[in-house]
């Protein structure tokens, strides 16, 4: 397994709404390296979460790179709103549920200065995401279904963390393996350990009373 160091990026869909500002400002300082953007439509999941008005007051607060997950229709469409807005990272959907042309998206969103990201849900074989894995620079795999957070951990999305490890150990250029959905201290250590190297943690972080040892946790130190 290739060693590489570990990103932790809070999703502040788990945040205090009333007090977003403060919310960034510490996991910032609690060591955050990414801030994660869960984009969600209502059609393509079941639930709206918020659009590129937020993103655009998270980047007015902080320097660290915006990760946002498009979890929409026709992210081709919306996506030059979000890399507008500041995002750092742009990760759309292979399912043809989100409808749109994926190479096309990715190359627009490489071409917009933008790292381009793909993800799958659990019921997504590993196979649909492959043609494509030499065209992004960040693969998330999700270990629940998209939509809420607070759900369990699915251990058997592992086979799909492992199956993108051992495609960056046969590739010279490397993809950020990242997983989301139920990531804690218990099952991020398994998450690392197939080969995940991007942890997205919601409530174990923002319900945690001390944001700085719950990030460090995730890493795996106490």
């Known amino acids: 397994m ?18 977003l500002a403060d919310e960034i400002h510490c996991i910032e300082q609690a060591g955050a390296d990414w801030i994660h ?5 209502g059609h393509f999941v079941d639930n709206i979460s918020f659009g590129p008005e937020i993103v655009g007051i998270v980047r007015k607060e902080t320097q660290l790179p915006l990760d946002v997950h498009l979890m929409i229709q026709h992210a081709d469409h919306y996506a030059p709103r979000f890399v507008k ?13 989100a409808k749109h042309g994926i190479e096309k998206t990715l190359r627009a969103i490489r071409e917009a200065n933008c790292r381009p990201g793909l993800s799958l849900n659990p019921e997504t074989p590993f196979d649909a ?3 494509y894995l030499d065209k992004i620079d960040i693969l998330l795999v999700m270990t ?20 993108a490890a051992r495609w960056n150990e046969l590739h010279p250029r490397k993809i950020d393996i990242e997983v989301d959905g139920g990531i804690n201290a218990e099952t991020a250590k398994l998450a690392i350990e197939n080969g995940a190297n991007v942890l997205v943690a919601g ?15 995730l890493r795996g130190k106490k």
């Open 129 to 131: 995401v492959e043609p």
């Open 2 to 19: 290739i060693a590489r160091n570990i990103i932790v990026a809070p999703s502040i869909l788990a945040a205090n709404f009333a007090r």
């Open 37 to 41: 953007c869960d984009i969600m439509d």
């Open 144 to 163: 629940v279904h998209p939509g809420f957070g607070g759900q369990t951990f699915r251990a058997e999305m592992m086979e799909k963390v492992k199956r």
């Open 203 to 217: 409530t174990s972080i923002f319900r945690a009373k001390d944001y700085a040892k719950a990030i460090s946790e």
């Open 85 to 97: 807005a500041g995002a750092n990272s742009i990760t759309v959907h292979v399912e043809p549920e």
